[in-house]
């Protein structure tokens, strides 16, 4: 597969009065055309930041600061070394993102319709009654009933599905080769958050965008993603395809986020897994394992040095001691079951 985007040694900090928050160090991955990679984690791991950092969205050089030994490569060409200019024509045309909260995302001054033709004036060249029609097939295509209506309607006279969807058209409207969705599905009723995933699955099968799905929850990425790369303060503890992570995850991080995913038969008075413990503080990230602290298989060395990734396949790899090959076995989970990623069938 042709690899579109290659994102080498992401270090980002910022600069606060307390001291330099390293929010992510040293994050490294790739997407292919037409696929999809989840990104996936707690709030705070570092998940939003990276997305943004491949757009450069970032308030840089102050507060926020990419270290120079960082490479974002876009079809080869490197985004850090881009201008102004260039990084305008790159956004909305190549690389597009869906931002988490669409309320405060879009601008409440300007009608749907006017927003999506502003990048269609912008990247396509078009004029505004032409922009304008495309916008009302852009809203058809993302399932808004009477789009011609709607397209002269503001944000504040959608619904949070619908305004979701209006920010899937703005994403979409110049076929970008990338999308970035930052949470899609927030604060959306579990009904609308299927519609919105089948929506971007649907569009991406029809378009062959590749995309980047950021999310805490893994219930949202099971049935969409490709691959998927699990972050936890900063840093990717596993990455594997989807099969390997929900079916054979090795990392007591990658257990505890599939622990918690409410299942079919979970009965409305059970309890559901909760992790306990806090991330730790990024201002002085710890030398050895960032999750130790909460791991209840933790060992000695895991409080001492970080763990290297150790490869469990070609494309399946968890940064852990217990994967060593020296590592005690005993009392640490291998069967899915006992790992907490799925129940017997």
Known sequence: MEKILDVQDLKVSFHTYAGEVQAVRGVSFYLNKGETLAIVGESGCGKTVTSKSIMRLLPEPMPAEIKKTTKILFNKNDILKMNEKELRKLRGADISMIFQDPMTSLNPTMTIGKQIAESLIIHRGMNKQEALDEAIKMLKLVNIPNADKRANQYPHEFSGGMRQRAMIAIALACNPKVLIADEPTTALDVTIQAQIMDLIKELQKNLGTAVILVTHDLGVVADVADRIQVMYAGVVIERGTTDEVF???????????????????????????????????????????????????CMEICKEIMPEATKLSETHEAKCWLQHPLAPKEGVPEGVNEGGSKNEE
């Open 247 to 297: 079916y054979n995850p090795k990392h007591p991080y990658t257990w505890a986020l599939l622990k918690s995913v409410p299942r079919l038969e979970t009965g409305n008075k059970d309890v559901l897994y909760a992790l306990g413990g806090t991330p730790p503080d990024l201002i002085k990230p710890p030398i050895g394992c960032p999750f130790a602290a909460r791991c209840e298989y």
